[in-house]
């Protein structure tokens, strides 16, 4: 047991954490677009200053199907990170709860939250990286329609599970995944919105 130094025990008060599973069901199409390793190569070598590989012809079927979150079963999912954000962002509809404190007081478990639904293949044009450059196509994976289920831990000193289950609700407004609703102005839509099932 800690103590001072004078001695004396230190009295830890009781950490009370709570873990509630939220169903989630898709409102409108989740749009994926996983990172892939060639990607991330190119992001490397821009902030290195290393030499770009010369340009090939583009697949979109291969694109496709690395824009999917693919599980170790086969199935398919979405970063568990992207859905704690939209609940942090969804602090800001809740008065007297700051998205500072919301980012310590739940996590949502795992690494992929498996996504119950079919993918299929959409094109969307999207403005070139370059000034000047227009629009080019993208090739992604859509679900719809998409249903999950989060497995969420939470410190229930400071949050009870109604306010927990609100506040993932209110984050379906924003939504996840691409071309959601609280995404970058240029890259914002109303795909990715969700609502927590109560049934």
Known sequence: MPKTKD?????LPRIRLETVEIPLIGDTPLITNAMTEERKDEIEAKILGKAHKSKVLRDPGKEYELSKYLLADGGYGHPASAFKKAAVEACRLVDGFPMTEARVLFQVMGDLIRI???P????DMVPANKAGGGSVPVYRAEFWPWSCKLLVRYYANRLSMEQLVNLFNLAGFGGVGCWRASAPIGKSGNFGMFHVATT
Not at 7 to 11: F, G, L, T, V
Not at 120 to 123: E, I
């Open 120 to 123: 299929k293949p959409r094109r």
């Open 116 to 118: 119950e639904g079919e």
């Open 7 to 11: 001695n004396d025990p230190i009295e």
